[in-house]
């Protein structure tokens, strides 16, 4: 059974940095497509970022410029360095995998923005 697991999550000041991670478990391939989605209280699940294909990077244009993402190379395991926080990047941080026509969630990692 694969299992995508998030953590780093935390609060923070605005203006400050948090790295998280993501690792999944239990599979015998590598993911296709890995990334990162947010939710912010009453809103919508939204694109953060992801790495694609052959590397190909993504960002949404709320975050360029602040949030990095990375991935250890041919494994199921990917970061988001963010910078800069806002209070507005507070939202629950959620990690997918994409491999062999499916999707993969993790459950979820807290980040708040508050001073």
């Known amino acids: 059974q694969v299992q995508v697991v998030e953590s780093g999550g935390g609060l923070v000041q605005p203006g400050g940095s948090l790295r998280l991670s993501c690792t999944a478990s239990?599979?015998?391939?590598?993911?296709?497509?890995m990334g990162w989605y947010r939710q912010a209280p009453g809103g919508e699940r939204e694109f953060v970022a992801a790495?694609?294909?052959?590397?190909?990077?993504r960002y949404a244009d709320s975050v360029k410029g602040r949030f990095t993402i990375s991935r250890q190379n041919a494994k199921n395991t990917v970061f988001l360095q963010m910078n800069s926080l806002k209070p507005e990047d507070t939202a629950v941080y959620y990690c997918?995998?994409?491999?062999?026509?499916?999707?993969?969630w993790g459950r979820g990692t807290q980040v708040t923005v508050s001073s």
């Open positions: 790495i694609v294909g052959g590397g190909t990077i």
């Open positions: 997918k995998g994409y491999g062999r026509g499916h999707d993969y």
């Open positions: 239990g599979t015998i391939f590598t993911f296709d497509h």
